[in-house]
């Protein structure tokens, strides 16, 4: 099974200094990751619809008061949470489905799970940004066409990221742009009206907000979830591969774990602390097993210090996968990670802890301590086996005496078959891992290998004579740890950067509309000093100068210059520009930041499962303080699992900490400051 997504054909630019991002995949290549992806996209609505039902049978048995009506809406409401349950075991079949995932080349290996991309809805943005462009910056939105017909092709793109680092590189660029997008027209103090609407992985339960915060962690979610498909993906049978696979893994557990810390409270299950703490131990996990398939990939050699080395790296993955599974089993994660994803992490802690007491068995019954061998360097590495020697017993003395090597080898054998004997069981009750061909058959190779082992040494009385096998102590040579993910390594244009730098023209800043400003200069004499650098400001004015005379004041910014844009000019270059009008006078235009408390909306349109509620007017200027402090709403927090309908939420304070993004800029050498340094502490909450 290929994956050879199509990738989309670049259109003309019409300007050379426009930038041309990378486009996704093509949605339609028949592929086996893009077939799974549109069957979770019509589940997806098939719940939406199971839901809708659901918040309508109960609002009827609230208002119902008729006694053969509630029976009959009782009736109809459980058919509708029996389909429900039906769709969501379902979705998570489709979880499950990690051999669309794997590598292409047929390897003989216990397979990994990926996470599926979570799935969204169009959004138009063009009416409200338009609108927006018009009334807070005061320009022509018709001339914005272009920039933001780019911004939703982009975001179209990323719903089919290519299975690549560009694709992750796609999904990243975005999550920076939405970095600019906030910061230029989504005020703190008001909804835009734009509704982000995503789909929870695991229930397949959408999820619809007015602010940016959502459509940012469903990112960040989506770029962890294409690590883990990129991880997948890598060829096992080499060296490189497995690297790949470590990193890979190793920077989704990064991204997420950065999800957990950045958005703390989210409305989505999938990405709850919960659940992305679960995601994170099971990503790392992952990364463990690849480290100790890298080790023996060359081959295990049949040598006392190897296999000492590969059990203690065996029974490290053990462990790891026995603190998933038991993460896993506990609430609230318990109801709603996929009982297929808690089978597989027992199967392999099984798995594991058998293959860690196999290698034990082989390195005690197969190597005897012979005359000239390193004596104190095998006591160490057999003392460093285990937390503790079986009652009776020395590392020295069991490995001089040949009958206390071998018993204490078979009680490691049989207990590898007893832990292989677990895991094919475990295997067995999941009805999903039992269709895993390659899992049945890795399982019972192991199983086989390790009862032959015990049998070639098996004796009548070893239920009465053998010891119990010590655990064996988890020890790695490469510890697996987060990478915690440079999201400014990827470096966008802003799309709107002709509005001006964002320093001053953004969404949580207002000015007033551009005044027209017709002087002359006095022999030369502006009347006034120039001072910042983009947009530069009218400095030290002469109040009896010609060009206070015809309205500009002291602060003002400079935005053109003979109609000519100047927000993106440094100081000599603005002088350049006024020194050269000549005789004919100067035509500038300038702008006023108004204050910011004056500037601040006390009222705003919100929205309500969808409709939205209206006010006469919006108040532009607060005059009265006390006046503010009375219209201000204590808002609940909201529960980061919802299976109703879309819930406006109020804003408070968050934990949002984004790094840096540098940028370019046309025409003038000079990096737009970052986005998020202009973002304030309070912030929407999920």
């Known amino acids: 099974m290929t994956d050879a997504l199509l990738p989309a054909a670049p259109q003309q630019l019409e300007k050379e200094s426009d930038g041309y991002f990378r486009k996704g995949c093509n949605p339609l290549a028949q592929t086996g990751r893009s077939r799974l992806q549109n069957q979770r996209a019509a589940l997806n609505q098939q719940i939406l619809k199971a839901v809708r039902m659901r918040t309508g049978a109960e609002n009827l048995l609230k208002a119902a008061t008729n006694h053969k009506v509630r029976e009959q809406v009782r009736l109809e ?57 018009l009334e807070h910056y005061s320009e022509d939105s018709s001339l914005y066409e272009d920039e933001i017909a780019d911004l939703m092709d982009l975001r179209q793109a990323c719903r089919t990221p290519s299975r690549d680092e560009a694709g992750v590189e796609l999904l990243t660029s975005y999550f920076n742009q939405l970095g600019f997008v906030e910061s230029r027209f989504f005020p703190p103090t008001r909804q835009m009206g734009i509704l982000f609407t995503w789909y929870d992985s695991f229930t397949g339960v959408p999820v619809s907000q007015q602010n940016l915060l959502l459509e940012k962690a469903s990112i960040l979610f989506n770029v962890g979830a294409l690590y883990t498909q990129i991880g997948t993906r890598c060829n096992r049978r080499t060296q490189a591969g497995l690297e790949g696979a470590v990193d890979a893994f190793q920077r989704a557990a990064g991204v997420l774990n950065h999800l957990k810390e950045t958005f703390t409270h989210t409305p989505s299950y999938d990405m709850s602390p919960a659940m992305l703490s679960v995601l994170v131990k099971m990503m790392l996990a992952q990364a463990q097993e690849n480290v100790f398939e890298k080790i023996c990939l060359p081959g295990i050699q049949n040598e006392f210090f190897t296999l000492v080395k590969v059990a203690q790296e065996a029974a490290k993955v053990g462990e790891v996968y026995r603190q998933l599974h038991t993460a896993m089993s506990q609430a609230p994660v318990k109801e709603n990670i996929p009982y297929s994803w808690a089978s597989l992490a027992c199967v392999k802690a099984h798995h594991y802890g058998a293959l860690a007491h196999y290698f034990a068995a082989t390195l005690l019954i197969d190597h005897q301590l012979k005359p000239g061998a390193d004596e104190d360097q095998q006591e160490k590495c057999l003392s460093q086996l285990y937390d503790h020697m079986p ?94 993910p440079q999201f400014s390594k990827v470096t966008v244009t802003d799309f709107f950067q002709k509005l001006g730098p964002l320093s001053v023209f953004s969404a949580n800043k207002r000015w007033t509309p551009p005044r027209s400003i017709h002087f002359t200069a006095e022999e030369g004499d502006l009347g006034f000093t120039l001072r910042g ?60 930041l108004l204050d910011f408390t004056s500037s601040m909306h006390n009222k705003c349109a919100t929205y309500s499962v969808g409709m939205q509620k209206t006010y006469s007017m919006i108040c532009l200027a607060i005059d009265d303080d006390d006046k503010t402090d009375k219209t201000k709403k204590i808002s609940k927090k909201p529960s980061f699992l919802s299976w109703g309908t879309n819930k406006n939420r109020q804003k408070s304070a968050s934990t949002l900490c984004l790094p840096s993004v540098g940028v370019a800029r046309p025409q003038v050498k000079k990096k737009l400051p970052s986005p998020f340094s202009l973002l304030n502490s309070d912030s929407s909450l999920y």
């Open 533 to 592: 650098n983009s947009p530069v400001q009218v400095h030290f004015l002469d109040p009896h100068c010609s060009a206070a005379l015809a309205g500009a004041k002291e602060g003002d910014y400079i935005v053109s210059i003979q109609d000519v844009d100047c927000k993106w000019l440094t100081v000599s270059e603005v002088m350049r520009r006024l020194k050269a009008c000549g005789r004919d006078g100067v035509e500038m235009k300038v702008v006023s």
């Open 77 to 133: 409401l459980s058919f509708v949470n029996s389909d429900l349950q039906m769709l969501k075991e379902e979705l998570e079949g489709l979880n499950i489905s990690v051999g669309v995932y794997q590598s292409t080349e047929e390897a003989f290996t216990v397979p990994l799970i990926p996470l599926g991309l979570k799935e969204t809805k169009d959004i138009d943005f063009s009416v409200v940004l338009k609108d927006f462009i």
């Open 391 to 484: 009652e009776g017993l020395t590392p020295l003395a069991t490995l001089k005496n040949g009958h206390q090597r071998r018993q204490l080898g078979k009680s490691h054998a049989r207990r590898a078959v007893v832990h292989h004997e677990e895991s094919v069981r475990e295997a067995s009750l999941c009805n999903k891992l039992r269709n895993i061909e390659v899992l049945r058959e890795v399982l019972s190779v192991a199983h086989q290998r390790s009862r032959l082992k015990y049998a070639q040494h098996q004796e009548d009385d070893d239920l009465l004579t053998l010891i119990e096998a010590p655990d064996i102590i988890s020890k790695t040579e490469q510890e697996v740890e987060i990478i915690l």
